[in-house]
């Protein structure tokens, strides 16, 4: 796996300065995700800088759930976040969750009261939040926030036994409530909540805060460069703060860069929750999520993942990534290893009247001419066959160069074709054309000489296998207002289902085959509804796009 990046970043440049200087011997980094929903694409940028850049180096990545909220964490999710994760083509050196710490925290959370740097306070959650300030405003100091120590110490292990109710005590940091920074106005460090945790099960019913656990995480592993997303900068003198006053005997440092943003794409864990909840979706893998389960399903490759946020880089700065630039990425991979094959979306039968009946003829096509070491393959090819409906129009727009009446095609790989006559049903909608071809006009033949403008697909009737095919657009509209409620933005065409026919050639298509459909795109087998009776394929991406790399200025 090629994890080098093209240029310097400050990570980079940060992590070789403290080598050089000898500050660390080795470099450790970790990604740490809260097992509260399945990954998605943004965290497909910090997995590739966390493992990436230690790799680069020599050093070591560890995974770790940082599972402090049994209320919204679960075992499905911890199982979902490590097959992602290698699945992504990364392996991590320490698995590990922040709830083996829990003893150790509990531990240094009494030192801090000792030293009188914490103290348990009777405040309401919303008491605590309106006592914090704004940000021209100080905070107000607790009522409880001069507590002895011996008081503190009490009431801290009594909360540990479990005589209070949720929400009756929380241990706050003793900081400054009129600090410019509202994270070091007092912070709560420990709350109770009498719930099961996947991992500890009923052994604790009080639970340390994110902000409080995972520095002390990082110390505790040996974690030398803390990789996060910008949001949490504004946190980064709490976590030095935690780790300086709790005495880690390693002290790990923290740095940010930007998160990963894609256009028209829900990227909020909470909003997916909601789609996964409401039954918007189906579930968490659904092939219009931005999940990477979603992304996998759909046909998108880790290699096509990992070439997209290389290109990212790390950058101090976020802003939003052109959903279409993930799109080149497939299209550049699949490119090479997709097989062509032809399939018909929406059907539309020809009857070639003057081609022998009951005659099948083989054809010998490439698998992918990019790449012709993949060999060959044969299709039959008969008197009956289905084309798309598209391409097909009885009265055309000028410089429409496909089929109507008269006019003259070559179905590809086969044989040039005229349409002579259109059959209609009592609607008057066409359902049938009748044709005639050039038995001269073989593919490979040099076609007699002939030239026609238009080369449509087709599949042989006699042997074609029905499938669904299931095309899929962004589920955001694209006019649509952030400000605008969640529900409105929702794309009603997200999600399009056709029935129709694929060729004999894909009827032992397995799940996650990848397949490029000619002249329509890149699709993938789904494994998840694919039948032994029914094949489901998932438009991964169309082949044509308006996206345009830039190229580097001279």
């Given at each position: 796996m090629d994890n080098t990046s093209s240029s310097s970043d400050f990570i980079r440049e940060t992590i070789s300065e403290d080598l050089k200087a000898g500050r660390v011997e080795a470099v450790v980094t970790r990604f740490p995700p809260e097992p509260n929903g399945y990954l998605h694409i943004g965290h497909a940028k910090s997995i590739y800088i966390n493992f990436g850049v230690a790799d680069e180096y020599g050093g070591k990545t560890n995974l770790r759930f940082d599972d402090t909220n049994p209320l919204k964490e679960d075992a499905e999710y911890v199982n979902a976040i490590k097959e992602d994760v290698a699945w992504l083509g990364y392996e991590w050196d320490g698995l590990y969750f922040a709830s083996d710490y829990f003893e150790e925290m509990y531990r240094r959370a009494v030192l801090l009261i000792k030293k009188g740097k914490a103290y348990v306070d009777d405040q309401s959650a919303d008491e605590v939040r309106e006592s914090r300030g704004t940000l021209t405003e100080a905070g107000k100091n607790s009522p409880f926030r001069d507590r002895t120590v011996e008081e503190n110490l009490d009431l801290f292990e009594r909360m540990r036994k479990g005589e209070f109710e949720d929400g009756q005590k929380v241990l706050r940091a003793k900081i400054d409530m009129a600090s410019p920074n509202l994270n070091l106005r007092d912070p709560v460090l420990y709350r109770i909540s009498h719930a099961v945790h996947h991992n500890t099960g009923d052994k604790w019913c009080i639970y340390p805060m994110y902000a409080y656990a995972h520095p002390l995480e990082d110390a505790i592993e040996g974690v030398t460069h803390s990789l996060c997303t910008l949001e949490f900068k504004d946190q980064r003198p709490l976590y030095d703060w935690v780790v300086s006053e709790c005495e880690m005997p390693h002290v790990p440092h923290q740095y940010e860069f930007g998160r990963l943003n894609l256009s028209n794409t829900i990227m909020s864990k909470r909003y997916l929750k909601k789609l996964v909840d409401d039954k918007l979706v189906d579930g968490w893998d659904d092939p219009r999520m931005p999940t990477i389960s979603g992304l996998r399903r759909r046909g998108f490759t880790p290699e096509a993942i990992r070439s997209f946020v290389k290109e990212l880089g790390i950058t101090v700065a976020g802003g939003e990534v052109d959903y279409k630039l993930l799109e080149h990425h497939a299209r550049q991979d699949l490119n090479l290893r997709a097989p062509r094959t032809m399939a018909v979306i929406r059907p539309l039968k020809v009857v070639i009247t003057n081609y022998p009946e009951g005659q099948v003829e083989w054809l010998e096509v490439k698998l992918n001419p990019e790449v012709p070491e993949m060999g060959t393959t044969k299709i039959p090819f008969s008197r009956e066959v289905y084309i798309e409906q598209e391409d097909f129009m009885e009265v055309p727009p000028p410089k429409?160069?496909?089929?109507?009446?008269?006019?003259?095609?070559?179905?590809?790989?086969?044989?040039?074709?005229?349409?002579?006559?259109?059959?209609k049903d009592d609607e008057g909608t066409v359902v049938e054309l009748h044709c005639t071809y050039d038995p001269e006009t073989k593919s490979g033949s040099g076609f007699n000489g002939r030239k026609v403008k238009g080369t449509i697909h087709w599949v042989s009737c006699?042997?074609?296998?029905?499938?669904?095919?299931?095309?899929?657009?962004?589920?955001?509209?694209?006019?649509?207002?952030?400000?605008?409620?969640f529900e409105e933005r929702m794309n009603p065409?997200?999600?399009?289902?056709?029935?129709?026919?694929?060729?004999?050639?894909?009827?032992?298509?397995?799940?996650?085959?990848?397949?490029?459909?000619?002249?329509?795109?890149?699709?993938?087998?789904?494994?998840?509804?694919?039948?032994?009776?029914?094949?489901?394929?998932?438009?991964?991406?169309?082949?044509?796009?308006?996206?345009?790399?830039?190229?580097?200025?001279?």
């Open positions: 429409y160069h496909r089929l109507y009446p008269g006019n003259e095609v070559r179905l590809k790989d086969a044989y040039f074709v005229t349409c002579h006559e259109v059959i006699e042997s074609a296998i029905p499938a669904e095919i299931r095309l899929y657009e962004a589920m955001l509209r694209e006019d649509s207002d952030a400000d605008t409620a065409d997200s999600l399009k289902i056709e029935h129709g026919y694929i060729g004999v050639d894909l009827k032992d298509a397995q799940p996650q085959e990848k397949f490029q459909f000619v002249r329509q795109g890149y699709f993938n087998v789904d494994p998840k509804d694919t039948t032994q009776s029914q094949k489901v394929f998932n438009l991964i991406v169309s082949l044509k796009s308006s996206f345009k790399i830039e190229q580097p200025k001279s």
